[in-house]
């Protein structure tokens, strides 16, 4: 079983359109992050969280929120999406300890597409 | 502000070694990161420099300079499943900012 995983894999909406992008893990970690990848670009930190009661904004978090309901899961909504929103999302988890040496855990992603 | 900067394409033969590199305007990070990422897939990590010098892990070596700015991710005895796009990131612990990423070519 993978150890972090995210629902739903590909999501097609409207303009306007509330989204909600879930994160699942399984590897204990408590710091977790949401990122978003454009074409030719690469990640851009949109939310990091260091445990349940602990929420960050990241470079690009206009236009988004989060919620972690546990420590286990990081969740990132989109209130009203736009077309710029499109793009590939990514979760990720790290510890204390992979944190502090660079390594971070990714999600297989989320494609979303806003029309 | 803070920037990583990495040539966007690199192409080299199966068997060669590639050299990756990775430059940034940035201060106070805890070190250099290095990430793979295949086609529609996840990033997946591959080395980290904490202190200047090189660090092997296999086929894969990774240094840093910070007097320099400059770091390299190098690979050796290329293969063509290392076809993919490769990610320099400085960490702060909490925060990392990956640059743009190189896509590398193997060609048989």
């Known amino acids: 079983d993978a150890d972090v995983t995210q629902t739903p894999r590909n999501r097609i909406t409207k303009t306007g359109k509330r989204i909600m992008l879930e994160c699942s893990q399984t590897k204990g970690h408590d710091r977790m992050y949401w990122y978003r990848q454009d074409p030719g670009l690469g990640l851009q930190l949109i939310y990091y969280?260091?445990?349940?009661?602990?929420?960050n904004k990241g470079e690009i978090s206009d236009g988004y929120s989060v919620s972690r309901q546990a420590q286990a899961k990081f969740s990132l909504s989109l209130e009203s999406a736009i077309p710029n929103q499109t793009a590939l999302y990514f979760c990720?988890?790290?510890?204390?300890?992979?944190?502090?040496?660079?390594?971070?855990?990714f999600g297989p992603g989320t494609r979303l597409t806003v029309l | 502000g803070q920037s990583l900067e990495q040539p966007s394409e690199v192409t080299a033969v199966e068997g060669a070694i590639v050299q990756i590199n990775c430059t940034y305007q940035t201060s106070g990070f805890y070190g250099l990161s290095w990430y793979q990422q295949h086609d529609g897939g996840a990033p997946t990590f591959l080395s980290y420099?904490?202190?200047?010098g090189l660090e092997e892990t296999g086929r894969f070596s990774s240094f840093l300079s910070r007097s320099d700015s400059y770091g390299y991710l190098l690979l050796q005895e290329l293969q063509m499943k290392d076809s993919a796009s490769y990610f320099c990131a400085v960490s702060w612990g909490f925060k990392t900012i990956f640059g743009a990423g190189t896509r590398l070519f193997v060609k048989a």
């Open positions: 969280s260091f445990d349940v009661k602990d929420i």
């Open positions: 990720a988890t790290s510890d204390q300890t992979s944190g502090n040496q660079g390594e971070q855990f």
């Open positions: 420099n904490g202190l200047d």
